[in-house]
């Protein structure tokens, strides 16, 4: 048979699966539903290789799904607002709006060119007005029930870009792209209150069994609840500022409290304020610790900085010690009080702090098994177990015992009228902050008026339409320097009243598009409940860890908000989660330093192993390490050369066959033309079966040779394996037990003389059940090899094939054999065997007279076909 040619055959199947619209999923479908979601792409201009390896996973799963007879829902869009275009409106003059839909455009062609089985009946980007219009009327929603609000924030200023910046985007005190000092202004916000839902956010984590263990522990850290006290210690008249008396700290080790050495607080904390007012220097260190900004990372990896107000706080049990309180450039003002007291002993910080400022430490936690006098810290803090020591009416508690001691006596004890300790719980999750001084973003549909303050947009006025007569000539938000569009009249009162000008953080855009996917068409209302409450939650998601914690966490949370606003039942948007591995590649560099591309480059390998120089010129070219693929570092492959060059389903199959989907796979072009000549092996194989099958009768027959019974039980079994396979996403595995079929199978075909009737039966079995095996992973193919089994209709429209589980009884089982719990081989025997014989067959092997050294066997204990264990 001639060469299987994918170039031909895949726009072929593509144009026939759209002509026949059979992807398309319809909503009054009466089979259980299955949703299977990727993360829906930004429109940068291209399909990356990560894009391929994503959509593919997802198209295996829906593709399986459905010849399982669900009724799949597999839909796809853009997540189209962004800061990208607005760049590409700077730097190249194209307005946003085009340059956003001509990728769109560009992408939506190399993704129909992959052959992925999707519902492009449903496709919306976010930045059509009919999507983000409702979005609009959920905020409305969300502040009318209180899940959005207005606050004054800190906010990380870019004064030379013009705008708000994350903290992520503050390096070493600086804006990311401007390099300009970054100010911290005091801005009003629009948040939504997702702190209201912290500790359900956290709590239902447990419920989600189909997510990854690792990102529900990186949901857990960030959401960041811990339980401890508050405690107001007094200050010392003496030194402290008039109008000041107390300072109240939070702590979650309140058992430490005769190991504190110093108090500390935020540069932001009113009493370093009140204390700098008086204290220039003071002043001055505050100025000085503000400009690092307020990252997480850069605060933990700053040197700790202090400086002593004078202030002196009294320990809480005992009036007569004194502790410094110090300004500290490691107490953030956010969390807690911005205050803390410091026990060196158990806290790395705390210790790295009093050994710059000689204010020494005392252990107060013990080891178990130590000696309390011998027990001594110098440079690395304590934070394990123990018992306490030096403390006073807490020795020999253990730190729980301690920490419930100290809380019943400071809730115990007044000052004032309030208790001095009092017990609290503190998330780290903060609200969410979606005030974006951006053009390119999703309009914030609010006026604001001089006399009636905010006013929502009327629902008849919705959506707020972006202008597209906007200029990026001057840095800043377009929509602030329009002429006209922000100029409005006030719905309540009719006065002159303005705008809002922020546009919404894109991460709302991307926190509820699979529930849109569900009723695109609605143009009432976001969702149709009764839809989306059928065809929700998504049974399987997919994508990168790197949206681990945003994009799900507000997923989540928005869930929560559409279902209080009566847009959703439901909690959980995502049943199941699977996280993807990157794909990585070698990289390459020329003695210049200069990176080059794969393609560039001619791989030779030889004695000493692998040489690469450059195809142009042949020069020499140093094969770096395997890293992510990056455009600085050029190690990347472009996904149209490679369909161009191998088709689709080649693409596909390499993506699918050497690593587990959530490892990184190292793209390679030796393995890719391994998997272009597997296809063509198969193509080969289904085509010689197919002839051999033509002699197979009709009917099944009555029974069957040892033959035919050994091809049936080698494609059943494949059939079994590949189905667990896919439903666990475990696809390497089931591309491995594809091709050990496909060597059984091609044995079978290679045996000389005519297959008996049996056989033909057989073989014609076993080829229909091999293409359906290979069908998710390889669409195109499977359905050219379809029309060579002279099948009817479309293999991406068979049912699954049924397995016979009779043919799946094992003719023999193997053992690890033990010998006093060490492994020391394997036997294997008929399935029927008895103990006697097994132990024999163990006690013959090598390794066990070897490991047994002459001793004698005092017993043999049989673990039913999984471990034979010697005792000697
Ligand atoms: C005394 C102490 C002794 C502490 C000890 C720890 C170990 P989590 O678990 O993250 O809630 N802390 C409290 N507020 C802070 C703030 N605004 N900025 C920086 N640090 C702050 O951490 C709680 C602990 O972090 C608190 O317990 C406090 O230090 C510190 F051996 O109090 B601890
Ligand atoms: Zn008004």
């Given at each position: 048979?001639?060469?299987?040619?994918?170039?031909?055959?895949?726009?072929?199947?593509?144009?026939?699966?759209?002509?026949?619209?059979?992807?398309v999923s319809?909503?009054?479908?009466?089979?259980?539903?299955?949703?299977?979601l990727?993360?829906?792409?930004?429109?940068?201009?291209?399909?990356?290789?990560?894009?391929?390896?994503?959509?593919?996973?997802?198209?295996?799963?829906?593709?399986?799904?459905?010849?399982?007879?669900?009724?799949?829902l597999?839909?796809?869009?853009w997540?189209?607002?962004g800061?990208?275009?607005?760049n590409?409106?700077?730097?190249?003059?194209?307005?946003?709006?085009?340059?956003?839909?001509?990728?769109i455009?560009?992408?939506?062609?190399?993704?129909?060119s992959?052959?992925?089985?999707?519902?492009?009946?449903?496709?919306?980007?976010?930045?059509?007005p009919?999507?983000?219009?409702?979005?609009?009327?959920?905020?409305?929603?969300?502040?009318?029930a209180?899940?959005?609000?207005?606050?004054?924030?800190?906010l990380?200023?870019?004064?030379?870009?013009?705008?708000?910046?994350a903290n992520?985007?503050?390096?070493?005190?600086?804006?990311?792209?401007?390099?300009?000092?970054?100010?911290?202004?005091?801005?009003?916000?629009?948040?939504?209150k997702?702190?209201?839902?912290?500790?359900?956010?956290?709590?239902?984590?447990?419920?989600?069994?189909?997510?990854?263990?690792?990102?529900?522990?990186?949901?857990?850290?960030?959401?960041?609840?811990?339980?401890?006290?508050?405690?107001?210690?007094?200050?010392d008249?003496?030194?402290?500022?008039?109008g000041?008396?107390?300072?109240?700290?939070?702590?979650?080790?309140?058992?430490?409290?005769?190991?504190?050495?110093?108090?500390?607080?935020?540069?932001?904390?009113?009493?370093?304020?009140?204390?700098?007012?008086?204290?220039?220097?003071?002043?001055q260190?505050?100025?000085?610790?503000?400009?690092?900004?307020?990252?997480?990372?850069?605060?933990?990896t700053?040197?700790?900085?202090?400086?002593?107000?004078?202030?002196?706080?009294?320990?809480?049990?005992?009036?007569?010690?004194?502790?410094?309180?110090?300004?500290?450039?490691?107490?953030?003002?956010?969390?807690?009080?911005?205050?803390?007291?410091?026990?060196?002993?158990?806290?790395?910080?705390?210790?790295?702090?009093?050994?710059?400022?000689?204010?020494?430490?005392?252990?107060?936690?013990?080891?178990?098994?130590?000696?309390?006098?011998?027990?001594?810290?110098?440079?690395?803090?304590?934070?394990?177990?123990?018992?306490?020591?030096?403390?006073?009416?807490?020795?020999?508690?253990?730190?729980?015992?301690a920490?419930?001691?100290?809380?019943?006596?400071?809730e115990?004890?007044?000052?004032?009228?309030?208790?001095?300790?009092?017990?609290?719980?503190?998330?780290?999750l903060?609200?969410?902050?979606?005030?974006?001084q951006r053009?390119?973003?999703?309009?914030?549909?609010?006026?604001?008026?001089?006399?009636?303050?905010?006013?929502p947009?009327?629902?008849?006025?919705?959506?707020?339409?972006?202008?597209?007569?906007?200029?990026?000539?001057?840095?800043?938000?377009?929509?602030?320097?329009?002429?006209t569009?922000?100029?409005?009249t006030?719905?309540?009162c009719?006065?002159?009243?303005?705008?809002?000008?922020?546009?919404?953080?894109?991460?709302?855009d991307?926190s509820?598009?699979?529930?849109r996917?569900?009723?695109?068409?609605?143009?009432?209302?976001?969702?149709?409940?009764?839809?989306?409450?059928?065809?929700?939650?998504?049974d399987?998601?997919?994508?990168?860890?790197?949206?681990?914690i945003?994009?799900?966490?507000?997923?989540?949370?928005?869930?929560?908000?559409?279902?209080?606003?009566?847009?959703?039942?439901l909690?959980?948007?995502?049943?199941?989660?699977?996280?993807?591995?990157?794909?990585?590649?070698?990289?390459?560099?020329?003695?210049?330093?200069?990176?080059?591309q794969?393609?560039e480059?001619?791989?030779e390998?030889g004695?000493n192993?692998?040489?690469?120089?450059?195809?142009?010129?042949?020069?020499?070219?140093?094969?770096?390490?395997?890293?992510?693929m990056?455009?600085?570092?050029?190690?990347?492959?472009?996904p149209?050369?490679?369909?161009?060059t191998?088709?689709?389903?080649?693409?596909?199959?390499?993506?699918?066959?050497?690593?587990?989907?959530?490892?990184?796979v190292?793209?390679?072009d030796?393995?890719?033309?391994?998997?272009?000549?597997?296809?063509?092996?198969?193509?080969?194989?289904?085509?010689?079966?197919?002839?051999?099958?033509?002699?197979?009768?009709?009917?099944?027959?009555?029974?069957?040779?040892?033959?035919?019974?050994?091809?049936?039980k080698?494609?059943?079994?494949?059939?079994?394996?590949?189905?667990?396979?896919?439903?666990?996403?475990?696809?390497?595995?089931?591309?491995?037990?594809?091709?050990?079929?496909?060597?059984?199978?091609?044995?079978?075909?290679?045996?000389?003389?005519?297959?008996?009737?049996?056989?033909?039966?057989?073989?014609?079995?076993?080829s229909?059940?091999?293409?359906?095996?290979?069908?998710?992973?390889?669409?195109h193919?499977?359905?050219?090899?379809?029309?060579?089994l002279?099948?009817?209709?479309l293999?991406?429209?068979?049912d699954?094939?049924q397995?016979?589980?009779?043919?799946?009884?094992?003719?023999s089982?193997?053992?690890?054999?033990?010998?006093n719990?060490?492994?020391?081989?394997?036997?294997?025997?008929?399935?029927?065997a008895?103990?006697?014989?097994?132990?024999?067959?163990?006690?013959?092997?090598?390794?066990?007279?070897?490991?047994?050294?002459?001793?004698?066997?005092?017993?043999?204990?049989?673990?039913?076909?999984?471990i034979v264990?010697v005792?000697?």
């Amino acid at each position: 048979s001639e060469r299987y040619n994918a170039r031909e055959a895949e726009p072929r199947w593509q144009r026939i699966w759209d002509e026949q619209a059979i992807f398309v999923s319809k909503n009054d479908d009466s089979r259980p539903k299955y949703y299977v979601l990727e993360m829906f792409p930004y429109p940068s201009g291209r399909i990356h290789i990560g894009h391929v390896r994503n959509y593919t996973l997802g198209d295996v799963l829906a593709r399986f799904m459905r010849a399982k007879g669900f009724n799949v829902l597999h839909p796809m869009g853009w997540d189209a607002f962004g800061l990208p275009a607005e760049n590409a409106a700077i730097e190249r003059k194209v307005a946003p709006k085009a340059w956003t839909y001509d990728n769109i455009a560009a992408m939506k062609k190399q993704l129909r060119s992959i052959g992925l089985s999707l519902d492009w009946s449903r496709e919306f980007a976010t930045c059509d007005p009919s999507y983000y219009k409702h979005q609009q009327k959920m905020f409305l929603d969300m502040l009318a029930a209180g899940l959005a609000e207005r606050e004054k924030r800190k906010l990380n200023w870019d004064p030379v870009d013009m705008t708000v910046l994350a903290n992520e985007q503050v390096i070493d005190g600086r804006g990311w792209r401007s390099g300009a000092v970054v100010e911290q202004r005091e801005m009003s916000q629009w948040v939504f209150k997702i702190t209201k839902y912290s500790q359900e956010l956290l709590s239902a984590l447990d419920s989600l069994d189909r997510w990854p263990d690792k990102v529900r522990l990186m949901q857990r850290n960030w959401i960041g609840r811990s339980e401890g006290l508050l405690i107001r210690f007094a200050l010392d008249k003496a030194t402290t500022p008039a109008g000041e008396s107390e300072l109240k700290i939070f702590t979650t080790r309140p058992d430490t409290l005769f190991g504190a050495k110093f108090m500390a607080i935020s540069a932001d904390h009113p009493l370093a304020q009140a204390a700098a007012a008086k204290n220039p220097k003071l002043a001055q260190f505050i100025a000085d610790i503000k400009k690092i900004g307020t990252a997480q990372e850069i605060i933990d990896t700053a040197e700790k900085q202090g400086f002593d107000t004078g202030i002196r706080a009294v320990h809480p049990f005992d009036p007569s010690w004194k502790l410094p309180v110090y300004v500290a450039n490691f107490v953030l003002m956010e969390y807690g009080t911005g205050a803390i007291f410091g026990c060196p002993a158990h806290d790395q910080r705390d210790l790295d702090f009093v050994n710059k400022y000689g204010l020494g430490n005392t252990p107060v936690v013990c080891p178990e098994g130590q000696d309390s006098k011998s027990f001594v810290i110098t440079d690395t803090a304590y934070d394990g177990d123990g018992r306490m020591i030096n403390s006073r009416f807490l020795d020999g508690m253990t730190i729980d015992q301690a920490k419930e001691e100290v809380a019943k006596r400071l809730e115990g004890e007044l000052r004032g009228n309030a208790p001095v300790g009092e017990r609290q719980v503190n998330f780290r999750l903060r609200d969410w902050g979606i005030s974006r001084q951006r053009y390119w973003g999703c309009p914030i549909p609010v006026i604001h008026c001089p006399k009636c303050d905010v006013v929502p947009v009327p629902d008849d006025q919705l959506p707020v339409v972006l202008p597209e007569d906007v200029s990026f000539d001057k840095p800043g938000n377009a929509l602030d320097h329009h002429p006209t569009w922000k100029h409005v009249t006030c719905p309540k009162c009719g006065g002159k009243a303005t705008r809002e000008t922020d546009t919404m953080d894109t991460f709302v855009d991307s926190s509820w598009y699979f529930a849109r996917f569900t009723d695109p068409w609605n143009e009432a209302a976001p969702t149709t409940p009764a839809i989306a409450n059928r065809m929700l939650p998504v049974d399987q998601y997919i994508g990168g860890v790197e949206h681990a914690i945003l994009h799900l966490l507000y997923s989540r949370f928005f869930t929560r908000a559409m279902k209080a606003t009566g847009h959703i039942a439901l909690d959980e948007p995502f049943a199941g989660m699977f996280t993807q591995g990157m794909v990585v590649h070698e990289t390459y560099q020329k003695a210049d330093g200069t990176w080059v591309q794969p393609a560039e480059v001619k791989i030779e390998v030889g004695g000493n192993g692998r040489r690469a120089t450059l195809l142009a010129t042949g020069e020499d070219v140093q094969i770096g390490p395997i890293e992510k693929m990056s455009k600085s570092k050029k190690n990347t492959v472009d996904p149209d050369d490679i369909i161009a060059t191998y088709g689709a389903d080649v693409a596909r199959w390499f993506m699918l066959s050497d690593s587990p989907p959530d490892r990184d796979v190292i793209w390679s072009d030796e393995r890719v033309q391994g998997a272009s000549r597997f296809v063509q092996r198969l193509w080969r194989l289904v085509n010689d079966a197919a002839d051999l099958g033509k002699a197979a009768p009709a009917a099944r027959p009555a029974s069957f040779g040892p033959d035919a019974t050994g091809l049936r039980k080698a494609a059943h079994g494949a059939l079994d394996k590949v189905t667990s396979g896919v439903e666990r996403l475990h696809f390497n595995v089931c591309l491995a037990h594809i091709r050990e079929f496909t060597n059984t199978f091609s044995e079978v075909l290679q045996r000389p003389g005519q297959p008996t009737a049996d056989l033909a039966w057989a073989i014609r079995e076993a080829s229909q059940i091999l293409v359906q095996l290979f069908s998710p992973m390889m669409p195109h193919l499977a359905e050219e090899c379809w029309q060579v089994l002279g099948q009817p209709g479309l293999v991406s429209e068979a049912d699954w094939p049924q397995i016979e589980r009779d043919l799946l009884v094992e003719d023999s089982v193997t053992l690890v054999v033990q010998v006093n719990g060490k492994k020391r081989g394997e036997v294997t025997v008929a399935t029927a065997a008895q103990n006697p014989e097994i132990e024999a067959a163990a006690l013959a092997l090598d390794a066990v007279k070897l490991a047994l050294d002459g001793k004698p066997v005092r017993k043999v204990i049989i673990v039913p076909k999984r471990i034979v264990n010697v005792v000697g």
